[in-house]
């Protein structure tokens, strides 16, 4: 069709696998997190809140998902990019909106192609991503079988 394209995105199928192999390793870890998966546009696809989790990592976690599937990059990676060019350390986090520069964000990547992004929160950012690399897995997974 002329003056469209097509953008692959994650179906709710793998976005709740995601979901669901990342709260698993919550429940092992002995942690109360949120996890959220959107989609290629941000859209929240997929969610969980695990009892005893925070109030405020609904909002983290969904930020954090969506800044990764927005910028195709992994939230952690943000205070590498940003640290040493002071007009970006200033204006990045308080100038766009919803940007999140700690870890426990990350891509979901097939091909290339961003087809969404995972955010976990309720830990320290090193537990969010740990519980957040166990959701990957699932992307691995179902795009190696």
Same mark, same amino acid.
């Given at each position: 069709?002329?003056?469209?394209?097509?953008?692959?995105?994650?179906?709710?199928? /793998?976005?709740?696998?995601?979901?669901? #192999?990342?709260?698993?390793?919550?429940?092992?870890?002995?942690?109360?997190?949120?996890?959220?998966?959107?989609?290629?546009?941000?859209?929240?696809? %997929?969610?969980? #809140?695990?009892?005893?989790?925070?109030? /405020?990592?609904?909002?983290?976690?969904?930020?954090?998902?969506?800044? %990764? %599937?927005?910028?195709?990059?992994?939230?952690?990676?943000?205070?590498?990019? =940003?640290?040493?060019?002071?007009?970006? #350390?200033?204006?990045?986090?308080?100038?766009?909106? #919803?940007?999140?520069?700690?870890?426990?964000?990350?891509?979901?990547?097939?091909?290339?192609?961003? =087809?969404?992004?995972?955010?976990?929160?309720?830990?320290?950012?090193?537990?969010?991503?740990?519980?957040?690399?166990?959701?990957?897995?699932? /992307?691995?997974?179902?795009?190696?079988?």
């Amino acid at each position: 069709m002329a003056n469209t394209y097509n953008r692959p995105s994650i179906t709710l199928e /793998l976005a709740q696998e995601i979901v669901n #192999r990342a709260v698993a390793q919550a429940v092992e870890d002995g942690g109360a997190f949120v996890v959220s998966v959107v989609d290629e546009s941000g859209v929240q696809k %997929a969610f969980a #809140r695990m009892d005893g989790a925070p109030l /405020l990592s609904v909002q983290v976690a969904q930020d954090k998902a969506y800044t %990764a %599937a927005g910028f195709a990059m992994p939230t952690d990676g943000w205070f590498d990019f =940003i640290k040493g060019d002071e007009p970006l #350390r200033v204006g990045a986090p308080t100038g766009i909106d #919803r940007l999140v520069i700690f870890g426990g964000g990350y891509p979901l990547t097939i091909d290339g192609a961003v =087809i969404g992004g995972i955010g976990v929160s309720g830990g320290h950012y090193s537990q969010d991503m740990a519980v957040a690399q166990a959701g990957l897995r699932a /992307l691995e997974a179902a795009t190696t079988a």
